[in-house]
Every structure is written in structure tokens, then in C-alpha cells.
């Protein structure tokens, strides 16, 4: 009974060093969906009578929905650069949707670089930063 009480106690302690000394950590899923010219017409949002959303309106039972719209642009670049880096137009010296020459380098991370030195895996695509990460 000693016998089958060390080996257990060396096992537990051995599964509990592996997973500590290979940093097994549990984090959260992280989904975000940015969408342009949206309303609000899903279902979730109490929407257009005609509009039939099932999988967006289940993602939204069982995640955050933030049925708020603001932005910090009137222009989609420019406002979508703002939300990713967290920080203003006038610090990011994006103002149009149009990319200029003299536009300076963005100082803070975009919310994607953030995550992947947090240790995420991160895949985005579509319009965000149009094929340009961080831009």
C-alpha cells in the first residue's frame, strides 16, 4: 500500500513539474469581428424582422456583445487603426484613408503584436490593416 501511495504522490509531482516547467497555462479564446457599414439588423441586436442570423446571434449568447457602435474617425482607416493600436488619430498620424508618405511609425503595438508577444496564436484577415500587419 506504501508502495502504490510513493508511486502516485511521484507521478502527481511529475505531471505537476511538466506542466509548470512547459508554461501550460490556460488563456481564453479571443475572437474579434470587425465588420464596415454594418447596422444593426442581426438578430442578436434586435434587428430587421427579416434578417436571420443563427450562428452570429449563438456566438453572441455566449461571448461579450458590445451593441454600442462608436468611432474615433469618420474615415474606416483611420478609425480602425485607432481601435488596433488603442490609442487616437492624432498619435497615429492616420487621418485618411489614402496612405501618404510622411505618415511617422506607429509607436504603440497593434492589438494583434500585443497578443502574439502575450503568446497567442493570432490570424486575422480581410480588411484590418488591408495586408499590411500593423499598418
Given at each position: 500500500?506504501?508502495?502504490?501511495i510513493?508511486?502516485?504522490?511521484f507521478?502527481?509531482?511529475m505531471?505537476?513539474e511538466?506542466h509548470s516547467a512547459?508554461?501550460?497555462e490556460s488563456?481564453p479564446?479571443?475572437v474579434?469581428?470587425i465588420?464596415?457599414d454594418?447596422?444593426?439588423w442581426?438578430?442578436?441586436?434586435d434587428?430587421?424582422?427579416?434578417?436571420?442570423s443563427?450562428n452570429?446571434?449563438?456566438?453572441a449568447?455566449?461571448?461579450?456583445?458590445f451593441?454600442?457602435?462608436?468611432?474615433?474617425s469618420?474615415?474606416?482607416?483611420p478609425?480602425?487603426?485607432s481601435?488596433m493600436?488603442?490609442?487616437?488619430?492624432f498619435?497615429?498620424g492616420?487621418?485618411?484613408?489614402?496612405r501618404?508618405?510622411n505618415e511617422?511609425?506607429i509607436?504603440?503595438?497593434?492589438m494583434?503584436?500585443?497578443f502574439m508577444n502575450?503568446?497567442?496564436?493570432v490570424a486575422?484577415?480581410?480588411?484590418v490593416?488591408?495586408?499590411?500587419?500593423?499598418?
Amino acid at each position: 500500500m506504501n508502495r502504490i501511495i510513493f508511486i502516485l504522490s511521484f507521478l502527481l509531482t511529475m505531471s505537476v513539474e511538466f506542466h509548470s516547467a512547459h508554461g501550460v497555462e490556460s488563456k481564453p479564446d479571443i475572437v474579434l469581428i470587425i465588420v464596415d457599414d454594418l447596422n444593426d439588423w442581426l438578430g442578436c441586436l434586435d434587428g430587421h424582422p427579416d434578417a436571420y442570423s443563427p450562428n452570429i446571434d449563438a456566438l453572441a449568447e455566449h461571448g461579450m456583445l458590445f451593441p454600442q457602435a462608436y468611432c474615433n474617425s469618420p474615415q474606416c482607416r483611420p478609425s480602425r487603426t485607432s481601435m488596433m493600436h488603442g490609442v487616437y488619430p492624432f498619435k497615429t498620424g492616420t487621418y485618411f484613408n489614402a496612405r501618404f508618405q510622411n505618415e511617422a511609425p506607429i509607436k504603440t503595438p497593434a492589438m494583434q503584436q500585443f497578443f502574439m508577444n502575450q503568446g497567442y496564436r493570432v490570424a486575422s484577415g480581410g480588411k484590418v490593416f488591408h495586408g499590411t500587419p500593423g499598418r
